[in-house]
């Protein structure tokens, strides 16, 4: 392989570090808990990355791959063919002034090509995949992880075998066959398919897509919070807010600012918000608990599928995301994620699984609380598409009218509700 950039890789618990060729995934005195950042030559990348040259289009058709300069792939041809990143910001009006806030938006990542956030990583991991020769690719997930591999292990001819907890929602279980990966449900919860999926990507050497382990993934998330620092103009915003399950996404946004700031196009990091569910939300307790560990949680009971992680893989580099920006830790019941649902759709137009809302869920109740600065500037992720989880999100609504296709049955049957839209608000008016 042709070595066009040059980076290093330093461990999160040790700050050992490593050359590319040294060490594939995690640090090998550390162990798994020993996950690796991946560190540029600054210096060189800030000659085409700076806030007169922000990006370039390296293909496939921009979106993520614009800041190729920070990014740890080699051969741009291995660039897969599918359109990521580039998802929309939208500012919020009505938002802002209802929770006090002076600006609030909304990233809605639910926008990529398997619906959600975890298409930025698995386009690196495709296309490191290709630039290393690798054939077969393997991961376990939630559910996003998985049906987002299988669609780059496709259009890039990889094979993937792919371990989702036999729970996993349907349309993400279908997603993933459709793609034609080889699925494999696991009896248990996604603990019991990460393990799994450990000891057969060790037996069968295969490519490893766990972001928690593969260091270069959480470099195709961070050009996440690369796309919202620039759409603000390179201005930081006070508050960024993520759900957090296995601490990859927030770890990316840290990873996002840290980069930034080092090429000089930034001077700060936002306060990150990491949110979980109350069901299932190590990581909030160990900051609760001013810890230095994340504990495993004892269950798992969320509807938000996405963020129900009971031992959080990246914890050391999550915890660092939090502490080392000012942020802080929320958790939020399942009540709440499906109230921030309905009324995020209703107020902006996204429309995000249990797991992308509950971040919305984590912003209402700070501001709530009154945590929120009445200057700030607050982003929410929302980090997956509603339709990944349909009957979760049904919990959030009413049934729809039924009339028979007659006008003066129609008219009695509406005469009962109320005006469309503003019946969906109920959440919205209870909270005032
Ligand atoms: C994976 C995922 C998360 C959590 O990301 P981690 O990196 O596991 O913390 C949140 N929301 C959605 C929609 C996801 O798919
Ligand atoms: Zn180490």
Known sequence: MEMSKDFELRCVLCNRRFSEGEVEYTCPHCGLNGTLDVIYDYGQARKELNKEAPGSLEDWKSGMWRYWPILPVHRREHIPPLAVGGTPLYENKVVASKYGVKRFLVKDDGRNPTGSLKDRASAVA??????????????????????????????????????????????????????????????????????????????????????????????????CGLEIAEELGWQVPDYLFVSVGDGCIISSMYKAFYDL??????????????VQAEGCSPVYHAVKNNLSKVAPAQKSDTLADSISVRAPRNWAKAL?????????????????????????????????????????????????????????????????????????????????????????????????SSVVGKNFCRSLEARN
């Open 261 to 274: 700031v080092n090429l000089g196009m930034v001077d700060c990091y936002p306060k990150i918000i990491g």
């Open 320 to 416: 660092r995301a939090v502490k080392e920006t000012g942020g802080s830790m929320v958790a939020v019941k399942d009540e709440e994620i499906l109230d921030a649902m309905k009324e995020l759709a209703v107020n902006t137009g996204v429309f995000a699984e249990p797991a992308g809302a509950a971040a919305y869920a984590g912003f209402c109740k700070m501001a709530a609380e009154e945590e929120l600065d009445s200057s700030a500037t607050a982003v929410v992720v929302t980090t997956g598409n509603g339709l990944k989880d349909i009957s979760g999100a049904r919990k959030a609504v009413g049934p729809p009218l039924v009339t028979r296709a007659d006008l003066g049955e129609f008219i009695e049957v509406i005469k009962e």
């Open 126 to 223: 495709v296309a490191r995949a290709l630039d290393l020769g690798r054939e077969h690719i393997s991961c376990s997930s939630t559910g996003n992880a998985a049906s987002s591999l299988s669609g780059f292990a496709a259009v890039t001819s990889r094979g993937a075998t792919i371990f989702v907890p036999e729970s996993a929602p349907v349309a993400k279980i279908t997603q993933l066959l459709v793609y034609g990966a080889r699925v494999v449900l696991v009896k248990g919860d996604y603990k019991d398919a990460f393990e799994l999926s450990v000891k057969a990507i060790d037996h069968f050497g295969w490519y490893n897509r766990n972001c928690a382990v593969n260091p270069y993934l959480v470099e195709g998330k961070k050009t």
